[in-house]
């Protein structure tokens, strides 16, 4: 092959190439990517968006659901800051599990929550401590008594394994009580409904689960939920739930559901979603979206959203360290 043919067919190839660049890049057409399979958390924060623009109008196209298992959201977290670092119509779904991830290193140890842009949040819902109804304790502080009194003698159980979610809400619960996480007899279950099943069954005395979770249990009278973590009362069928912190216990899990961008989208593709979310939230049709899917009202976004993160993961490093989950 000539020198002139190759670097005909080089040039070629390079145009095509940036032209399908320039495509992906210039496409408009939004996408929500789901740092997992289909189903599950990620997927319903994912849809939720999806089908909340669609609904309000809020987007001139569709939007995508797109699908990126691997590493509990490790994969995606590499993929959109090595691949999809500046890309203005990609959101990614992330929630309170993606902040505890990064605070244990999970997401690569060159990685940290400052390393994308945390556009917003839509959703909520709150952890709850959980007992059956027969259980000898009526409100948290006589749980929290016992604990101190032999930490080893009440099995709490949840749907994780030490370090996660459901094991962090039962460890800042002990230690605002004065009682060492470490000391815990904590029990691992596959899923929450696994340890639901576990704690109606006798085999564990406490379940650290989510309040969404618990209200065909609640309406059969099966359950007594000691505390909501919440900052305050939530309403509906929830609202004689007293929280933690109004029982003398300063402890919040809010297990938020959001988005975040590439770390290099510009401030103007960055501000125009955190005010499409920002217009989302605001509407009538939306909140019974929300409602449906079983989660409370958050308003948290842009600059507001970005810090609280941030904090959240400087605190659940905090928690992790003095745990000896991370040096």
Request: glycine share 12%.
């Amino acid at each position: 092959m000539s020198v002139p043919t190759l670097l005909r067919r080089s040039l070629i190839a390079l145009t095509l190439s940036g032209a399908i660049t320039a495509v992906h890049a210039q496409s408009g057409n939004p996408e929500c990517l789901a740092p997992a399979k289909p189903g599950g958390g990620y997927d319903l924060t994912c849809r939720l968006a999806a089908n909340g623009l669609e609904q309000t109008h809020l987007l001139d196209k569709p939007m995508l659901v797109n699908y990126m298992p691997g590493g509990i959201g490790a994969v995606a977290y590499n993929h959109v800051n090595g691949v999809r670092s500046d890309d203005p119509d990609l959101i990614v779904a992330a929630s309170t599990g993606a902040a505890l991830n990064l605070a244990l290193g999970k997401f690569g140890k060159q990685y940290t929550a400052s390393d994308v842009r945390w556009v917003g949040a839509l959703g909520v819902d709150y952890g709850a401590i959980v007992v059956s109804a027969d259980a000898p304790w009526k409100d948290l502080p006589a749980l929290m008594n016992d604990l101190k009194a032999n930490p080893g003698a009440v099995a709490i159980g949840a749907g994780g394994t030490v370090g996660s979610q459901d094991w962090m809400k039962a460890a800042l619960t002990s230690k605002a009580a004065g009682v060492d996480p470490r000391k815990l007899r904590y029990v691992s279950f596959e899923g929450g409904g696994e340890a639901l099943a576990a704690l109606l069954g006798g085999h564990i005395q406490v379940f650290t689960g989510d309040l969404s979770e618990l209200k065909s249990q609640l309406d059969g009278g099966k359950i007594r939920v000691l505390a909501a973590l919440s900052e305050d009362r939530v309403g509906g069928p929830y609202a004689s739930i007293p929280t933690a912190k109004e029982q003398g216990y300063d402890v919040e899990w809010p297990i938020w559901r959001g988005y975040y961008m590439g770390p290099k989208v510009s401030d103007a593709d960055y501000q125009a979603w955190v005010k499409r979310l920002e217009e989302l939230n605001q509407k009538p049709e939306f909140a019974q979206l929300r409602d449906a899917r079983g989660l409370f009202p958050m308003a948290k976004f842009g600059s507001d959203f970005d810090s609280y993160v941030k904090k959240q993961v400087a605190d659940f490093q905090a928690l992790a360290k003095e745990v000896g989950l991370i040096k």
